[in-house]
């Protein structure tokens, strides 16, 4: 993959971040995502659901309440973006197939572009098959009211930096040698800056934000948006790779580790609240739910949900946004 960049580069010139993330993620037959599961122990990195069942669990319990608020439609599309190894809605219909009237209502629809980890998400939820559909966009799902989730999304989408120095802004790009230079840009925006301040723009997470919020408005639902990231811009360079469960320069294994960003979510979903995903998972019974396990290790138990709600580890880091 680097070689294959290293040309795209010689003969396109300097390319922007989101180029450089497009390329090394997503590229149809050589990308980090479309060759491979990077999740779990042996993978490069692990998400909350892959964590512990309890995560899903309790946003089974969030996802229930949403149902009780719409009327109890009997039909509903129940939308995961970028499933992983969908770990997640596993948990979920495992959770709410006792809740027959709510499991009959729920058309599952799985958006993922990835066709190696589409297989992957039949195989593991293949005791579910008949309630779901992959999709590649929330533009294939029919008209109705929709529950949107996305975990672990936003921050692996592509993303532009721009830098400011001497009273302007400079777009960072990469070049052919895997170097950062920076070029003029016609790019303004509002605020007061000082030099090295960094603004990273998502244009992709920003057309599928306002997606998710079109269609919301126009059919009804809900959704629930869980990253890592911040409520404002944090004027930050963000970017970074992981590798077997170890931060590397994003240059090192280009094709082969996992690069991701900070999620701006002022950016993205600016009229809504944020809470932390501690708060979040504590408001809706981790708790109470964590009790009723069939996890009998206390010490097991307490260590998971440490992880998942300490505000020094995932519980602060993470923000939720509630649609």
């Not at 010139?13 to 037959?29: A, C, D, Q, R, V």
């Not at 001497?166 to 070049?175: H, L, M, Y």
């Not at 009804?220 to 890592?228: H, K, N």
């Not at 090192?252 to 701006?264: A, C, L």
Request: overall charge negative; glycine content about 8%.
């Amino acid at each position: 993959m680097r070689s294959y960049i290293k040309n795209f580069i010689r003969e396109q010139g300097s390319i922007s971040f989101s180029k450089f993330i497009e390329l090394s993620m997503y590229h149809p037959t050589k990308g980090y995502y479309m060759t491979r599961n990077p999740i779990g122990k042996n993978g490069d990195y692990i998400t909350a659901p892959e964590i512990s069942s309890l995560f899903g669990k309790t946003v089974a319990v969030w996802l229930l309440e949403q149902w009780e608020k719409l009327g109890k439609p009997r039909d509903i599309a129940l939308v995961e973006l970028g499933p992983g190894s969908g770990m997640m809605m596993f948990d979920i219909l495992n959770t709410i197939r006792g809740i027959k009237p709510f499991y009959d209502a729920v058309t599952v629809y799985m958006v993922e572009i990835s066709p190696f980890l589409r297989s992957i998400q039949m195989e593991k939820l293949s005791s579910h098959i008949c309630k779901i559909r992959w999709c590649s966009s929330i533009d294939e799902i029919p008209k109705g009211e929709i529950v949107i989730l996305a975990n672990e999304f936003f921050d692996a989408l592509p993303i532009d930096q721009f830098i400011f120095s001497g009273g302007n802004f400079f777009e960072r790009k990469i070049t052919e040698d895997f170097q950062i230079d920076e070029e003029e840009t016609q790019k303004e925006f509002s605020g007061e800056f000082s030099d090295g301040d960094i603004i990273e723009i998502s244009s992709l997470g920003r057309q599928i934000a306002s997606s998710i919020l079109a269609r919301i408005a126009k059919y009804g639902g809900s959704g629930l948006v869980i990253d890592y990231g911040h409520a404002t811009c944090t004027r930050r360079n963000t970017v970074q790779a992981v590798k077997g469960h170890r931060f590397i320069d994003i240059f090192e294994n280009i094709g082969e580790s996992d690069i991701t960003h900070e999620v701006d979510f002022s950016s993205l979903f600016p009229s809504f609240k944020l809470i932390t995903q501690g708060d979040f998972l504590s408001l809706y019974g981790i708790f109470e739910i964590a009790k009723r396990s069939y996890i009998t290790d206390t010490a097991v138990v307490e260590q998971t949900l440490s992880r998942l709600i300490d505000q020094d580890k995932m519980g602060r880091l993470f923000k939720c946004a509630i649609i």
